[in-house]
């Protein structure tokens, strides 16, 4: 028997509804935000990425899903949708003419990692991109519609924050920061001693104890911040604390991708076990530029769709829609027409065979829906048709031309 690959999932009941909850209202509170819904391609030239998320990333350097397709191109599945939404952005010349672009999308992102609890190859993420604005309340803004999110979907969260600086006061900061390294290098495990040359601020969130151990002298980036950093750092936090956000200041956070200038921040939750991140993302001022578009400030996050699946509160489920069923296989026509009918303004589920009034309202009952409506022999030879209220329990027989 064939099966999903590893790390892939089919989403059903349950669950599917709840995805569905999900997305619907994610879509609904970014629209309220002023955020457009945008469809980028599953499938990017390699390159696209290679540039944005970086070379030394786990992501590209381990995790992507790429392969040379039938014309020789080097493509490769999404691992996240920032670079094609930026892609987008540039190529539909929208960088050229300027003003406040917000975008929201939602769909499947791929990554050969290890799967594990809440970490699969191909995963959802809903997300959002804002390009054009500069000011650091568009930061927060977002950090606030996040919020709305998993208020509405009734999930709990801790706010991380950090700011990861700018091309002023990033490269010295770098530079301490090597010397530093290069001192415990020897301590340091493999990763983290490749990384001191590719890539050294990704150190700073090595999870092996050892590393984290020597890392505690380290040089914080927050400390060392150029004045315009710091000032909007200083800003993003009184915000956060004056809206009682939960927030916390953590100089380790510095995100797997490698696009971000200035605030970097992620959800996280204690219910879901070791694969916590539930939402992350931040600034990225320079990834437009970086692309080859004109230079455009921009911010955005994404969700992850699979980490939250469990913990979103379901309203609760109302009775719902229609039941057509027949006792005489004659009234089959009616049944038909009358479903066609009642489609144009409710669910409708028809039953085609001929069954007892008890196994109708059984099936009837598990649907879930509101009303049963059944033609039996007396029904059919009047042009009348049972209905029973599942709710209300309340039975009648009424003309079929009158029922609605
Ligand atoms: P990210 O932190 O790599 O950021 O992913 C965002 C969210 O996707 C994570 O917080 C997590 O919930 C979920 N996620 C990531 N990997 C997996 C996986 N293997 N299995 C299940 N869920 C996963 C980004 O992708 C950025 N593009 C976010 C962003 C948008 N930054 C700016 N704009």
Excluded at 37 to 48: D, H, Q, V, W
Excluded at 70 to 85: F, M, Q, S, Y
Excluded at 214 to 221: A, D, N, Q, R, T
Excluded at 385 to 402: F, H, P, S, Y
């Amino acid at each position: 028997m064939i099966q999903a690959l590893r790390g892939m999932k089919d989403i059903l009941s349950p669950d599917n509804e709840r995805f569905e909850f999900i997305i619907e209202t994610a879509s609904r509170i970014a629209k309220r935000y002023g955020y457009q819904y945008i469809e980028t391609p599953l499938l990017e030239e390699t390159a696209l990425f290679k540039r944005s998320v970086g070379e030394s990333s786990d992501i590209v350097g381990k995790e992507m899903y790429q392969f040379i397709d039938k014309g020789g191109h080097d493509v490769c599945l999404r691992p996240e949708g920032t670079a094609g939404v930026v892609r987008a952005f540039i190529q539909n010349k929208l960088d050229k003419k300027g003003g406040i672009n917000r975008f929201f999308y939602y769909g499947p992102m791929f990554r050969y990692e290890r799967p594990q609890k809440g970490r699969l190859r191909e995963f959802h993420q809903f997300g959002c991109e804002s390009f054009g604005e500069t000011s650091v309340y568009e930061d927060f803004t977002i950090i606030l519609m996040i919020k709305d999110i998993f208020d509405a979907l009734g999930i709990g969260y801790r706010i991380k924050i950090n700011s990861l600086g700018c091309p002023e006061c990033m490269p010295g900061y770098r530079k301490n920061l090597i010397k530093h390294l290069q001192d415990i290098q020897d301590g340091l495990c493999e990763d983290c001693q490749r990384r001191i040359e590719t890539n050294p601020i990704r150190v700073l969130d090595c999870k092996v104890e050892a590393c984290q151990n020597l890392l505690k002298e380290s040089p914080v980036i927050v400390e060392n911040l150029c004045e315009e950093c710091d000032s909007d750092f200083n800003k993003l936090i009184e915000m956060l604390k004056s809206h009682n956000l939960p927030f916390e200041l953590d100089s380790k956070l510095v995100r797997g991708l490698d696009y971000y200038t200035r605030t970097a921040f992620e959800f996280v939750s204690d219910e879901i076990g070791a694969q916590s991140a539930i939402a992350g993302g931040g600034r990225y001022n320079r990834l437009v530029e970086f692309l080859d578009g004109k230079p455009t400030p921009a911010v955005g996050f994404a969700l992850g769709i699979e980490r939250i699946i469990e913990l979103v509160k379901m309203p609760e489920a109302k009775r719902d829609g229609l039941y057509l069923g027949i006792m005489e296989p004659e009234a089959i026509n009616t049944i038909l027409e009358l479903a066609h009918i009642q489609r144009q303004n409710q669910k409708v589920y028809t039953e085609y065979n001929k069954k007892s009034l008890k196994a109708h309202l059984k099936a009837a009952d598990r649907l879930g829906v509101k009303k049963c409506a059944i033609i039996g022999e007396d029904e059919l030879k009047a042009g009348e048709i049972w209905v029973k209220d599942l709710e209300t329990k309340e039975e009648k027989r009424i003309a079929i031309n009158q029922f609605n």
